[in-house]
């Protein structure tokens, strides 16, 4: 997000899904999309059939591979590199969009100067991918407009994860592909409400609708609504706090619907740190792995048993409405934190449904300002809708960026924080599956989808299977630096030589121990994308003699 | 939107270009019998039961392949028309369990009644989990079948229920294609296609394996198109009432409505309206919602740690516990993780909470991961 905030002023997908169809080409960079966003997967499906050309980057072949024009596999960790090797051969065949980098963008001199440090030469060296190719794609991507790019975490998680979504929004500047149907740069939300919970400040550095917390102007406008005193100084991120909590700098921690200890970093050193906690409080629908770590234990409601919204990638706020009655004796999230409020005899929680709770969302958020509940009963609106005239923006940045110009970041390629050596050959990238979701705490309930996937299968390419004595469904032992885990091998080309994939849906193979806690200077954002291991064939355990 | 006028049975219809006539009929209420039709699919033609007459076309042409264009008269009921429909629907009938429908007493038939024509248990329509939301029983009821003249190909079919959520049984199968299509079409991964020739056809996947071992999704979407009851869900209770709400699975955002039955969550259905989906739903979203709603190991009442153990508490004591604690750290102490997965209401009073009550902004969840 923040990639996305220095050069377009706002973190948010700039297009709609439904505008898809308009693209004559589309990037899919670092998304495993058919299997982590189905239905978009599906709308590019579609779009390939009815012309549209495709290009996947991705060090592995996902499925979309088959469909795409191009498939460009790269290394793990290498995006920065193909992306300005693209965009140097844009440059030098005069493909950019000329007028509109002089009209509404910035700082391009400066930005075209960088570019020479990337001869193909040397991307072919860095990325692996032939040199034609990366040309090929970029001639592609340049010559069919409007193109639209999607990405998703293969972006993000990297110690370089900023630099790498700068990467992408220069590209798609440099093209002009940004303010229209069909173009845009387009990150997929891998949870149903990511875009709600950033849009209404469950962000260390700002309030509601990405106001600073460390703009006094804006926090005497929160003292002022809230009635109380604020503090200015921007908080930690999640991934910071694991760490201060294992120092014993921090004490006491109230988590929501949330399983740390599973899809965090480094998670053994994560759950040390919630052991360490005084107060650790849990608010959750099923007894996790981390609410069993817990001092108090909360019982909360599931979507079905409550009224709210969520918004979604496309940034439409939509209703979610309540089916059932709460299981058991469950209450729902915003209930139980008013009441703790109420408790600690704070005022400003006597809400008694969600739709007064959204009203204060509308009066302190801009974005927000228009959307109340009795428009969301007819539809989904779009933010920007700061009023209730206002029919809500299905594009971004259409005449202006939302900073103004849009800005031209050059960049240096910064390889992984852990690369492989002697110890640790290969490189271990965490992938999604369809039939599972996150940890596991919802999918692993349903028996139906645990048939199509039980248990995590380490996708190994069968040279370095062979090479390391592994047959395809042996138990294997994956170690890195941090932890080990056991786990059964799936012998498949579709995984480069040199690396192996992960999904980290099941607790039994906590794939998350073997993950690298370190973190993007900008996003705070861990390196799930390239770790380094070794991988040991476990000796079957020896038949029982006669 | 270039406008156009034709006229159906005598009545003016307007309509846009590059509808087909069963369209402009269909956006003017005029009924015309179809089976392989599908509003998202595109036309195939293969059922022929929508053959209409068009003043100087020759012959029947099909009403869903025909594109309608400006002027153009068109009548959907003669008795060329009908004999025509009647015989189609009687070669589709052959290959179908389909007694019942001739039936007159098929409405009030139950399952296990003796039966006065020896019709089968398994080929009856009260068994098949479409009853009385098929359309073969809406088309043969329209066009009339009276006696099949053709002998009925009664060579049993295999049924593939390998796929945990949904079976595709055959021997009800009337090869309309939807269910292909909407694989190819809607979802691209074209699983399945219409395999051999002549009565040996069927809906196969590659190398005529079991659907768990093809290159399925399991995402359904062919089971919502199917009209008659070869593609059925595994678990066919029906909802009492339907609630729309949006999937708490992956951030697209899909519209969806939760069935519900004795205030549990049986079925989910897909909103054709959702502005982000048009109807689609996925694997988890489909089948992966109910199971974890109403699951024997959902959290009912609030737990306490004592002795090292949780054990059971009030909300009163709960809350009033975590109250009492809670404000005895300074700010830079206590953190506040929120959920991605929780509503826009929950995300915002949590970081009230944090902000307003506990003063710090150690306020964060799950984005990065």
């Known amino acids: 997000m923040a990639g996305l905030v220095t050069t377009f002023g706002s973190g948010a997908s700039t297009n709609s899904i439904k505008d898809m169809s308009d693209a004559r080409c589309i990037l899919a960079i670092g998304t495993n999309t058919t299997e982590a966003h189905p239905i978009i997967g599906m709308n590019m499906r579609k779009a390939v059939r009815e012309g549209t050309r495709l290009i996947v980057a991705n060090p592995l072949e996902i499925p979309l591979v088959r469909d795409a024009d191009i498939w460009l596999q790269h290394r793990s960790g290498t995006d920065v590199v193909l992306l300005m090797g693209m965009m140097k051969v844009i440059v030098d065949e005069d493909l950019m969009?000329?007028?509109?980098?002089?009209?509404?963008?910035?700082?391009?001199?400066?930005?075209?100067?960088?570019?020479?440090?990337?001869?193909?030469?040397?991307?072919?060296?860095?990325?692996?991918?032939?040199?034609?190719?990366?040309?090929?794609?970029?001639?592609?991507?340049?010559?069919?407009?409007?193109?639209?790019?999607?990405?998703?975490?293969?972006?993000?998680?990297?110690?370089?994860?900023?630099?790498?979504?700068?990467?992408?929004?220069?590209?798609?500047?440099?093209t002009g592909n940004v303010g229209k149907p069909g173009s845009g740069v387009n990150p997929l939300r891998g949870q149903n409400n990511v875009q709600g919970a950033c849009d209404v400040g469950a962000l260390p550095n700002v309030y509601p609708g990405y106001q600073p917390v460390n703009n006094e102007d804006i926090k005497e406008k929160f003292e002022s609504a809230w009635g109380a005193r604020l503090n200015p100084t921007p908080g930690k991120t999640l991934t910071e706090i694991m760490p201060l909590a294992h120092e014993g700098k921090i004490k006491a921690m109230y988590l929501m619907g949330e399983n740390p200890s599973l899809s965090d970093p480094d998670s053994t050193h994560v759950r040390e740190a919630l052991r360490r906690l005084d107060l650790f409080v849990v608010q959750d629908i099923f007894l996790s792995e981390t609410a069993q770590l817990a001092d108090v234990v909360l019982p909360a409601t599931s979507f079905a048993e409550k009224d709210g919204t969520f918004t979604n990638t496309e940034r439409r706020v939509q209703r979610v409405r309540k089916a059932i009655e709460p299981v058991g004796d469950s209450r729902p999230d915003w209930w139980i934190t008013c009441q703790i409020a109420r408790r600690m005899g704070a005022s400003g929680f006597d809400f008694e449904h969600p739709s007064q709770i959204m009203e204060e969302i509308a009066s302190v958020t801009p974005s927000y300002g228009g959307i109340n509940y009795s428009r969301l009963e007819k539809e989904g609106l779009q933010w920007p809708c700061p009023t209730e005239e206002h029919p809500g923006t299905a594009i971004l940045h259409t005449e202006l960026f939302s900073r103004g110009k849009g800005h031209f970041v050059p960049l240096e390629y910064r390889p992984a924080a852990e690369l492989p050596d002697d110890e640790y050959p290969l490189v271990l990238t965490t992938d999604r599956s369809l039939f599972q979701f996150h940890t596991g705490t919802m999918?692993?309930?349903?028996?139906?989808?645990?048939?199509?996937?039980?248990?995590?299968?380490?996708?190994?390419?069968?040279?370095?299977?062979?090479?390391?004595?592994?047959?395809?469904?042996?138990?294997?032992?994956?170690?890195?630096?941090?932890?080990?885990?056991?786990?059964?091998?799936?012998?498949?080309?579709?995984?480069?030589?040199?690396?192996?994939?992960?999904?980290?849906?099941?607790?039994?193979?906590?794939?998350?121990?073997?993950?690298?806690?370190?973190?993007?200077?900008?996003?705070?954002?861990?390196e799930f994308k390239v770790a380094a291991v070794r991988v040991q064939k476990i000796g079957r355990v020896a038949a029982k003699t006669a | 939107m270039d406008k156009i006028t034709l006229t159906i049975n005598g009545q003016e219809v307007k309509a846009t270009r590059g509808m087909t006539v069963l369209e402009a009929a269909q956006s003017a209420d005029i009924y015309v019998p179809t089976l392989c039709h599908y509003p998202d699919l595109e036309p195939y033609g293969g059922c022929r039961l929508c053959i209409v007459e068009i003043e100087k076309m020759r012959g029947l042409p099909t009403a869903c392949?025909?594109?309608?264009?400006?002027?153009?008269?068109?009548?959907?009921?003669?008795?060329?028309?009908?004999?025509?429909?009647?015989?189609?629907?009687?070669?589709?009938?052959?290959?179908?369990?389909?007694?019942?429908?001739?039936?007159?007493?098929?409405?009030?038939c139950g399952p296990y009644d003796i039966c006065l024509r020896h019709v089968a248990v398994t080929d009856r329509c009260v068994v098949c989990p479409a009853n009385d939301n098929c359309e073969l029983q809406q088309v043969a009821d329209y066009i009339g079948v009276h006696e099949l003249r053709i002998p009925r190909d009664t060579m049993p079919r295999t049924i593939d229920t390998s796929n945990p959520f949904f079976d595709l049984d055959r021997n009800r199968c009337i090869l309309c294609a939807r269910c292909v299509r909407a694989c190819q079409e809607i979802t691209g991964v074209g699983a399945i296609d219409m395999a051999y020739r002549g009565y040996g056809m069927k809906v196969a996947t590659f190398?005529?394996?079991?659907?768990?071992?093809?290159?399925?999704?399991?995402?359904?979407?062919?089971?919502?198109?199917?009209?008659?009851?070869?593609?059925?869900?595994?678990?066919?209770?029906?909802?009492?009432?339907?609630?729309?709400?949006?999937?708490?699975?992956?951030?697209?955002?899909?519209?969806?409505?939760?069935?519900?039955?004795?205030?549990?969550?049986?079925?989910?259905?897909?909103?054709?309206?959702?502005?982000?989906?048009?109807?689609?739903?996925?694997?988890?979203?489909?089948?992966?919602i109910a199971e974890f709603v109403n699951h024997r190991e959902r959290l009912t009442t609030p737990l306490i740690r004592k002795n090292g153990r949780l054990v059971k508490a009030s909300w009163d004591e709960a809350l009033d516990f975590i109250a009492g604690k809670l404000g005895k750290y300074r700010g830079d102490e206590v953190a506040v993780i929120s959920s991605a997965k929780s509503t826009n209401e929950d995300n915002y009073v949590m970081q009230k909470l944090a902000r307003a009550v506990l003063g710090t902004n150690n306020v964060d969840h799950c984005a990065r991961l």
């Open chain 2, 207 to 288: 190398g005529d394996m079991p659907l768990m071992d093809s290159i399925c999704r399991s995402c359904g979407e062919c089971m919502v198109r199917c009209p008659v009851g070869a593609i059925t869900p595994k678990d066919t209770v029906l909802p009492e009432r339907e609630v729309k709400t949006v999937c708490t699975y992956c951030g697209i955002g899909c519209s969806m409505y939760l069935g519900v039955k004795d205030d549990k969550v049986i079925s989910v259905r897909g909103d054709e309206q959702g502005p982000a989906n048009q109807g689609r739903l996925c694997v988890k979203g489909r089948f992966g």
């Open chain 2, 65 to 108: 392949t025909t594109p309608a264009t400006d002027g153009m008269v068109v009548t959907t009921e003669s008795s060329a028309i009908q004999q025509v429909r009647q015989t189609s629907l009687e070669l589709i009938l052959s290959t179908h369990p389909c007694d019942c429908l001739e039936c007159h007493r098929r409405e009030r």
């Open chain 1, 97 to 174: 969009d000329t007028a509109f980098i002089e009209e509404r963008c910035e700082n391009y001199d400066f930005f075209k100067d960088s570019l020479k440090n990337y001869p193909l030469s040397l991307v072919e060296n860095i990325t692996g991918v032939p040199g034609e190719k990366v040309a090929e794609a970029a001639r592609l991507y340049a010559t069919n407009s409007p193109a639209a790019i999607f990405y998703t975490m293969g972006i993000t998680q990297h110690t370089h994860g900023t630099d790498n979504v700068i990467a992408v929004a220069n590209l798609a500047m440099l």
């Open chain 1, 443 to 526: 999918t692993r309930k349903v028996r139906g989808l645990n048939t199509f996937l039980s248990e995590e299968l380490v996708a190994i390419n069968p040279g370095d299977a062979e090479a390391l004595g592994i047959d395809d469904g042996d138990k294997i032992q994956v170690i890195s630096r941090r932890g080990e885990v056991t786990a059964k091998a799936g012998v498949t080309e579709s995984t480069p030589p040199g690396t192996i994939a992960m999904t980290f849906h099941f607790a039994e193979t906590p794939t998350n121990e073997l993950t690298n806690p370190a973190l993007d200077p900008v996003s705070k954002i861990p």
